[in-house]
């Protein structure tokens, strides 16, 4: 293997005789998705308009052991869900939300879904974006699904790794070779489609393009990406990666806010492309030229001005990082970093008190580079990069400060996982 931390051989051994008891295989046929959950340091929300994103993974995440089951039944359980799913590969998968306005999303059959305590319906999502681009599978799976200690609705894209973990096994399973660039469109349906958020393809790219210690930089309009190479300096690892939860969690798909925001960014693009006198194009940001946004902005209502805002200066935030990061300065890159946080709670609007605390603490932790929400920022947990030398006391700084400002939430966080240190990680692979 690769040397890297996660997962570990414990860990590996672990999961596949849980597979081998429940099938009855030998362990030796078990075979694991690895499906790693990634950050975003600059780039946020701007995803679902076309705008450029880096991203990477850490090394922790999603880890799927299954067998191909011999039949088209498909038998999971979960590390931390109760309740087993059963369903079958040939059962033909419709969307399972139905979207009354731009910002609600309701579930379309209660009883089912509720049953299954809802984690079975992102294996259900992976069957019906696999079935709706013609693929009809024969085999099922047998498997068992854990993610990294505590870590699932935090903002580090728990829910793409679940989608991808499954879509990789489904595949897998059924001999099927498919690129990173269809898992990543594979991917886009279980979340637009099948589940009903709208956001944009950030989280899967970064989960099946990133490679170790590299930064992902991905166009979402283009589909392009990019990995740029760390310089010396970070080959010896001189920073970590810092997660500090704020114990407040919550489903994108069970939270207005997100998709609230896609529809204000759509209609920020829509004044603009008018005024500027565009045609038809999709009203997305990426449609709008920086030059038509300066010259029009002023049209634009003030919520959907700080909105517009929050694009055009994270898209100057990336290209100045990607130079940053390429160039080895961290400290130049964790300064953007901090500023696309701040750009995230005055224009986005996206934060909550305890978030924007726990940014505000770990920006005055020791050796922080910069810090800002991880993913979506309704709630979760803040990301920092930290000088290596100091994560330790960074993280027990983080934990206390943190403790005394929300002290209920706080204690609600199993102390272990409240601030972890973390290093990158690699892409998601079958094992
Ligand atoms: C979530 C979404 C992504 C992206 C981020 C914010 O993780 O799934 O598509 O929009 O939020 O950058």
């Given at each position: 293997?690769?040397?890297f ?10 999961i ?9 295989s030998?362990?030796?046929?078990v075979?694991?998705?690895v499906s ?8 946020a929300?701007i995803d ?5 994103v ?5 090394n922790?995440?999603?880890l799927l052991?299954?067998?191909?089951s011999?039949d088209s039944q498909v038998?999971?359980r ?17 969307p ?11 579930s ?6 509720q ?5 079975g319906i ?10 709706s ?7 099922g799976?047998?498997g068992?699904?854990?993610g990294?200690g ?14 991808v ?12 070779t ?16 099948y ?6 393809i950030l989280?899967q790219?970064?989960?099946l393009l ?7 930089c991905?166009?979402c309009k283009?589909?392009e ?5 760390p310089?010396k300096?970070?080959?010896n690892h ?8 704020s114990?407040?969690k919550?489903a ?5 806010g997100y ?6 960014c759509q209609?920020a693009?829509?004044?603009?492309l008018?005024?500027s ?5 999709e ?8 030059e ?9 209502e ?5 909105r517009?805002e929050h694009?055009f200066?994270?898209n100057m935030?990336v290209?100045?990082?990607?130079e ?5 300065n961290l ?6 970093i ?6 995230s ?10 978030l ?10 020791p ?16 990301v920092?990069?930290?000088?290596a030398?100091?994560a330790?006391?960074a ?8 403790y005394?400002?929300?002290?209920k ?12 240190i973390?290093d ?8």
């Amino acid at each position: 293997m690769s040397g890297f931390s996660w997962p570990s051989e414990g860990e590996l051994d672990e999961i596949k005789k849980m597979v081998a008891e429940m099938s009855g295989s030998d362990i030796e046929e078990v075979r694991v998705v690895v499906s790693p959950y990634r950050i975003c340091p600059l780039g946020a929300h701007i995803d679902h308009q076309g705008g450029t994103v880096s991203a990477m993974t850490i090394n922790k995440g999603i880890l799927l052991g299954f067998v191909p089951s011999g039949d088209s039944q498909v038998l999971l359980r979960s590390g931390q869900f109760k309740g087993d799913v059963r369903l079958r590969v040939d059962e033909i998968q419709l969307p399972k939300h139905v979207v009354k306005s731009n910002d609600k999303i309701q579930s379309n059959d209660s009883s089912e879904l509720q049953e299954e305590s809802n984690w079975g319906i992102y294996a259900r999502g992976a069957l019906y974006a696999l079935q709706s681009r013609g693929n009809y599978l024969r085999q099922g799976i047998t498997g068992f699904v854990c993610g990294s200690g505590g870590l699932d609705s935090s903002g580090l894209s728990s829910s793409a790794a679940v989608g991808v973990a499954y879509l990789l096994a489904f595949e897998s399973a059924n001999d099927l070779t498919v690129s990173p660039s269809e898992n990543i469109e594979y991917d886009r349906l279980i979340e637009n489609e099948y589940l009903g958020l709208k956001n944009g393809i950030l989280d899967q790219s970064a989960i099946l393009l990133s490679r170790y210690g590299c930064l992902t930089c991905m166009n979402c309009k283009t589909k392009e990406h990019k990995l740029i190479h760390p310089p010396k300096l970070q080959k010896n690892h001189p920073f970590k990666i810092l997660l500090a939860c704020s114990g407040l969690k919550q489903a994108l798909t069970s939270n207005p806010g997100y998709n609230r925001r896609v529809a204000e960014c759509q209609e920020a693009a829509r004044v603009l492309l008018h005024a500027s006198e565009s045609g038809a194009v999709e009203p997305i940001l990426s449609n709008v030229e920086p030059e038509a946004y300066e010259a029009n902005k002023c049209e634009l209502e003030s919520n959907l001005a700080r909105r517009a805002e929050h694009y055009f200066s994270e898209n100057m935030r990336v290209i100045e990082g990607l130079e940053a990061w390429a160039s080895g300065n961290l400290e130049v890159f964790g300064k953007l970093i901090t500023a696309s946080g701040l750009s995230s709670i005055q224009n986005y609007e996206c934060g909550c008190e305890p978030l924007i605390q726990l940014y505000e603490v770990l920006l005055k932790a020791p050796g922080v580079y910069g810090a800002r929400f991880s993913g979506a920022g309704f709630r979760g947990c803040c990301v920092a990069f930290v000088d290596a030398d100091c994560a330790e006391e960074a993280a027990s700084f983080v934990k206390n400060e943190y403790y005394k400002l929300q002290p209920k939430l706080a204690s609600q966080i199993c102390q272990e996982n409240a601030v972890l240190i973390c290093d990158a990680g690699d892409c998601a692979r079958v094992m």
